[in-house]
């Protein structure tokens, strides 16, 4: 079984500061581990993915993350934010088949990230 | 490339009403998923559905269900509807083939059930 444990339901930070959204996994396999965004009224965004091949991971808008197997997390950084960062954050495991071919996608509950001017 | 669409944007219906909620891929892809998004309960998997079939359910009751068409759009209904399934319903679609892993979203159905 899968699991996914996002450690802050709210993160606040002021503008042109570092981000951290910490997410920490469960799984029985190698997992596919990804962070989506949701924007308010939206769907949501893949920001970025790891698949077992470099432990940091680059994705849009200046996000990254890195994998650590031996704490079994995939936290999510930014160093300077922006107000349009401002949006809903999930951690998403997958660890049947890459990108959740059996099981779909394990979402963490989401962080909140508030963008303070 | 156009994204994943779903129509319509918002539902109204009453409990014990039926709702049919309508998603289509990206073209190429050949698999749908659909996810319920409600509040306090994060983003659960409802359905999975490639090639026509459905291949795999999250827990949830059958009077959930859906079908994918030739063409690959899904349709995802729900039956004697009750208060708590008013949530928002996610569509994401994934090409299987070619190493790309990742799930693409639409914009979603927002269902409210009075």
């Known amino acids: 079984a899968q699991s996914v444990t996002q450690l802050d339901s709210h993160v606040s930070v002021s503008e042109g500061t570092p981000v951290l959204l910490r997410c920490n996994y469960s799984?029985?396999?190698?997992?596919?581990l990804f962070w989506y965004v949701q924007h308010p009224n939206k769907g949501l965004q893949l920001l970025l993915k790891?698949?077992?091949?470099?432990?940091l991971v680059k994705g849009i808008n200046g996000f990254e993350a890195e994998f650590k197997k031996s704490e079994t997390s995939f936290h999510l950084t930014k160093p300077s934010a922006h107000m349009s960062d401002a949006a809903e954050y999930f951690c998403v495991v997958s660890d049947r088949w890459p990108g959740g071919g059996a099981d779909g996608l394990t979402f963490g509950k989401g962080t909140h990230l508030i963008i303070q001017p | 490339e156009a994204g994943v669409t779903q129509s319509p944007t918002h539902l109204i219906k009453t409990r014990g009403q039926q709702a049919t909620l309508r998603c289509s891929p990206i073209s190429g892809h050949t698999s749908v998923y659909w996810y319920q998004q409600a509040l306090g309960l994060g983003l659960q998997f409802l359905l999975w559905y490639d090639e026509g079939e459905e291949r795999n359910r999250g827990n949830f009751p059958p009077r959930f269900s859906g079908r994918q068409f030739p063409n690959y759009s899904s349709e995802l209904n729900v039956n004697a509807l009750e208060l708590e399934d008013s949530a928002l319903y996610l569509c994401a679609s994934r090409q299987l083939a070619g190493g790309r892993n990742e799930q693409f979203f639409g914009p979603g159905t927002r269902l409210t059930v009075l």
């Open positions: 790891y698949t077992s091949a470099a432990t």
């Open positions: 799984s029985s396999y190698s997992p596919s």
